[in-house]
């Protein structure tokens, strides 16, 4: 199995995210109770149930495989194979619950009593518990030199996060509690998986649409589940709305458009997927369904807002319902290819394909009705009602001229008369389609809408068929597909949830990261002399020593240039700011100051340039971090956009040389200590 590759998107994309690396720590938002007996949690439970029963048949059946190829007794084999013959059985037993599970729909749209089409959501991917405990102690000990027993609280804090958003509700504070573990996982990633080892615990996940676990080392994995979570849990939000009003037809656009935003971002950032709902395929198709779920209800929004009965607005109707009928054809193509059609479920398919059907009859229902119903045009209204009609077809109809065709009632109705035959054949072939499908044919709600949109359509062409025709009805030119409302794909707007660093007391990410190594933590006991304690200082969290004067107190303890204060007197330094440590070091009496230093490894001498911006530093002496800072909040804000991202490596430039600046070169108001 491959491990999850990353690409870097556009860096830019979040650049706002708020990474907070205060205090502050714990999370207030929890996950649903488990044990919760609601329509929902029952099918969830089912789900994890299924689950565990897969993942104990599929280690039977690789048992069972490789004793098979193993053993050369014949009554062995014989055994082996009536063995995986039954698995196998359970296999596929297992496998169609799942997908009755997964085809679930009506658990999850509202309880209105208002008629509409059901909507697809996804199930949540189920994950195991996890144990963080032992291996964050351990390479808190070995890579950071603390402690790891002192952390304990802020291990716990996070394993209770996870659990947490395993269970996360089917509202806004759901999605937040996703969001916020994703971005807690920023830090663990930062803090905890250097690039040339593992931590060593696996993430398992289960696969939404198969039940298939999968696992891996990949910090990577444990994102793109939560992630594609989160654009599940948008999709649930999205089919619970009540889409007879105006409110809820805008949330249910907006949730199933960040639907499709999560689950592009997924297949944009992420390849090499274990598990094959979140492969490129599969993501592809999840994007394009949920594009045709936005489409659908931009249609029924448009219903409710031209409820005026005019030519132009049934026109726009019906190419809006040909525009859904579009969209929801490029999906069942999608789900139709071989390597999806395996693993989609049949019902999805099926319901699918009679949208796609049912959505073209009723284009064709709307254009019949604006030729039938609405009045020939007045001469004021004619070129607008040739302009709109121009644009309707996608190949013009035979027959008579345009503007003959819309003042002659004869010929629109025998127009529209061949748009209802139309309407009639795909209506009666999307309820062919339904009936196809034993768990559609458990949905009532649709049955009850494909039913009164096809006794619609005959009642209309009973009403406008008379009895003296004798002209054979042509053949209705397809509605060509129009939408005022083009459905938008919202990426995961990270900046939306705050979160601290549970592990701020390891220090600032800046040095104290799982990428960088550095020596023992050395205690230096310095003597001021008279001209000080002979360096120079610059930064913050932690404070850099910038400078150290050849002969000096400084240079005869041991300290260097590049040493980092982490503590003065046995307080801890690493988050103080510069003046804070400058005073800490001015209020030492004569017996002098202990002062605690660690030193990265490879980087004994800093920087040319900033050696340089020591130098050309200027001011009082006391504050001189003004350009350190400002290069810090650029690198905090480069390092918080790698959220946005797997586990991107960042490019490490070659150390430049340090040539060395003599003291002499210092300016007059050089910070010196």
Same mark, same amino acid.
């Given at each position: ?172 504070? *759901? ?68 889409? /007879? ?34 492969? @490129? ?10 594009? @045709? ?13 031209? /409820? ?225 304690? *002979? ?10 020593? /910038? ?123 050089? /910070?010196?200590?």
């Amino acid at each position: 199995m491959m491990p999850p590759e990353e690409e870097s998107p556009d860096g830019d994309r979040d650049s706002g995210l708020v990474l907070l690396h205060g205090p502050k720590s714990g999370s207030t938002r929890k996950g649903c109770d488990p044990f919760a007996q609601t329509q929902r949690s029952k099918l969830q439970h089912r789900r994890a149930r299924i689950n565990q029963q897969i993942n104990k048949e599929m280690r039977m059946r690789a048992g069972a495989e490789n004793l098979f190829r193993a053993t050369s007794n014949h009554k062995v084999k014989e055994t082996v194979a009536l063995e995986l013959s039954y698995v196998n059985s359970n296999l596929q037993l297992l496998k169609e619950e799942l997908e009755e599970l997964n085809s679930s729909v009506d658990v999850y749209q509202n309880d209105s009593e208002s008629i509409s089409v059901p909507m697809i959501p996804l199930g949540l991917k189920e994950t195991k518990e996890l144990d963080l405990l032992v291996p964050l102690k351990d390479f808190i000990s070995e890579h950071y030199g603390e402690e790891g027993v002192l952390f304990e609280k802020e291990i716990k804090e996070f394993m209770e996060l996870r659990q947490a958003m395993r269970t996360p509700s089917r509202n806004e504070a *759901g999605l937040e509690l996703l969001m916020e573990y994703y971005n807690q996982l920023y830090f663990l990633d930062s803090r905890f998986f250097p690039p040339s080892k593992t931590l060593g615990v696996f993430f398992h996940w289960y696969d939404s649409l198969t039940g298939v676990p999968s696992h891996q080392r990949a910090l990577a994995f444990e994102k793109g589940s939560v992630l594609f979570n989160l654009g599940a849990l948008h999709t649930q939000i999205g089919a619970r709305q009540d889409r /007879a009003s105006l409110p809820g037809l805008n949330q249910a656009i907006d949730a199933f458009q960040k639907a499709a935003g999560a689950f592009n971002y997924l297949k944009e950032n992420f390849s090499n997927a274990p598990s094959l709902d979140m492969s @490129a395929a599969s993501l592809t198709m999840l994007v394009r369904l949920m594009v @045709a779920q936005v489409q659908e209800c931009v249609f029924e929004k448009m219903t409710l807002l031209r /409820a005026q009965n005019d030519f132009l607005t049934r026109l726009q109707l019906a190419q809006e319902a040909a525009r859904v009928e579009d969209v929801y054809s490029l999906v069942h193509q999608t789900m139709s290819q071989p390597h999806v059609k395996d693993y989609v479920p049949f019902s999805w398919t099926t319901m699918v394909q009679v949208k796609s059907e049912h959505f073209k009859a009723l284009s064709h229902y709307f254009a019949a009705i604006a030729l039938c119903d609405c009045p020939a045009p007045s001469d004021a209204e004619l070129l607008e009602q040739e302009r709109a009609f121009l644009q309707f077809h996608v190949t013009m109809p035979e027959g008579p001229s345009l503007r003959v065709l819309l003042q002659d009632p004869e010929e629109r109705r025998k127009l529209g008369k061949a748009h209802l035959k139309k309407a009639i054949m795909k209506h009666e072939e999307a309820m062919r389609i339904h009936g196809l499908c034993k768990i559609l044919r458990k949905m009532d709600i649709l049955q009850e809408v494909l039913s009164f949109a096809h006794k619609r359509s005959l009642s209309k062409y009973s009403e406008i068929d008379h009895e003296e025709d004798f002209f054979e009805t042509g053949e209705a030119p397809d509605i060509h597909p129009k939408t005022h409302q083009k459905p938008e794909i919202k990426s995961p707007n990270f900046s939306q949830v705050k979160v601290t660093d549970l592990f701020h007391r390891l220090g600032p990410l800046s040095v104290f990261s799982a990428k960088n190594k550095w020596y023992p933590a050395r205690r230096v006991h310095l003597m001021r002399g008279e001209n000080g304690f *002979g360096f120079t200082l610059r930064g913050d969290s932690p404070v850099l020593i /910038a400078g150290v004067i050849p002969g000096g107190c400084a240079a005869e303890a041991g300290l260097k240039e590049g040493d980092y204060i982490i503590s003065v007197n046995g307080k801890d330094c690493k988050w103080s700011k510069h003046a804070e440590v400058v005073q800490l070091l001015k209020s030492t009496g004569k017996e002098g100051v202990d002062i605690g230093v660690i030193t990265l490894q490879g980087s004994e001498c800093p920087k040319a340039v900033d050696r340089k911006a020591a130098v050309m530093s200027s001011g009082s002496g006391m504050l001189k971090s003004n350009k350190e800072n400002s290069r810090k909040s650029l690198m905090n804000s480069k390092s918080a956009s790698t959220l946005l991202v797997w586990s991107k490596k960042s490019k490490r430039s070659k150390k430049s040389t340090y040539n060395g600046v003599p003291f002499t070169a210092v300016g007059d108001n050089e /910070a010196m200590y």
